[in-house]
């Protein structure tokens, strides 16, 4: 009832572990896929060592999460051993990358195709690195990078894209006119909020982004107005917890659903939660196939 098709990979269901939230540890991504996800997203994987800021880098907010984390991450030649257990993931695994050049993002692609991922995921939209949006909010800096990375790739290409551009339609058609095969949105919401007793931001980073619930009209926004504009398929994030959620996600013109923060709010099974919730909504509605529901 639930499987689907994206970039011509079978799906068992629509819902798939959004990156960064979980890590790369295989061990953890097999924890996931055992709890009912259709598919996993590594942690974002970049160019160089990089700690990342200090903590408080997650705190929960009203109906949400919010982060600076700032891209933790051994570096892509440190993690060989790592990348050779993706085959042990029974589910389509996305591989998340980050750079700061469109050298570095082909430089990580080049190097991951013999470990075959089944999709690359180009985070361009970052707000917790000083440069992770610099290509997210640029139509130009976008349209060179996937032409560049789609030329190394024999991996489909879905850029992910920032609420925090002025016009997120503009970025993803220039994704889809330099032959990107899908795109995902949202990353999380910048936002800087301040800590309410000790006059100070409450992470140590300054500002952050929002995720979770708190964001899922944004995101579902976000999503029809990619939907509008282009013809390659989308993978919706953003404050999806329940297959109500879903759904909604789903009839905004998404393909795959993400959940991230909703881990953290419903527990590792909130996929097999959701894929219940949605075919509970789907047998009362008397809808058979996710192809039927949109
Ligand atoms: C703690 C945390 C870490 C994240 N790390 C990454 C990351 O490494 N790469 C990335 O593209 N997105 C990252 N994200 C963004 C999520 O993948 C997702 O786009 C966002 O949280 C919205 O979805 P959600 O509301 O379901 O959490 C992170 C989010 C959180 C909360």
Redesign the pocket.
């Known amino acids: 009832m639930l499987n689907t098709n994206f970039c011509k990979i079978e799906l068992q269901n629509p819902l798939v572990l ?4 979980l890590g790369t540890s295989i061990e953890i991504l097999k924890r996931v896929v055992a709890n009912g996800a259709g598919a996993v ?1 590594t ?2 994987i970049g160019p160089i060592e990089r700690e990342g800021h200090n903590n408080p ?2 705190v929960e907010i009203e109906n ?2 919010y ?1 600076a ?1 700032g ?1 933790p991450t051994p570096g892509y030649l440190n993690m060989d051993e790592e990348f050779k257990r993706w085959s042990e993931i029974s589910v389509p695994l996305i591989a ?1 990358i ?1 750079g700061s050049s469109v050298e570095d993002y082909v430089k990580i692609t080049k190097h991951l195709q013999k470990y075959k991922p089944a999709l690359i ?1 180009l ?1 361009i ?2 707000p917790n690195k000083d440069d992770g949006m610099v290509f997210g909010t640029s139509p130009k800096l976008t349209k060179e990078l996937v032409s560049a990375v789609k030329e190394v790739s024999q991996v489909p290409i879905m850029p ?1 894209l920032t609420p925090n551009c002025s016009n997120i339609a503009e970025i993803a058609l220039a994704c889809e006119k330099a032959g990107a095969d899908a795109i ?1 949105a ?3 919401v910048q936002k800087e909020i301040a800590h309410p007793n000790l006059k100070a931001p409450l992470l140590a980073y300054g500002k952050g ?1 929002i ?3 708190i ?2 009209e944004i ?1 579902l926004e976000k999503v029809k107005e990619i939907r509008d504009v282009v013809e390659i398929p989308i993978l919706g ?5 329940t297959g109500k959620d879903a759904i909604e996600m789903l009839k905004a013109g998404a393909t795959l659903v ?5 881990v ?1 709010f419903r527990g590792m099974d909130i996929f097999k939660k959701v894929a219940d919730e949605m075919k509970k909504i789907m047998q009362k509605e008397g809808i058979k196939s996710l192809n039927e529901l949109k």
């Open positions: 959004a990156s960064g939230i997203t942690k974002s880098t997650v949400g999460l982060n984390v891209l998340s980050y995921e985070n939209s970052c992910k995902c949202i990353n999380t982004g995720s979770g619930p964001i899922k995101a994030v953003g404050g999806i917890t993400g959940i991230g923060s909703g953290y």
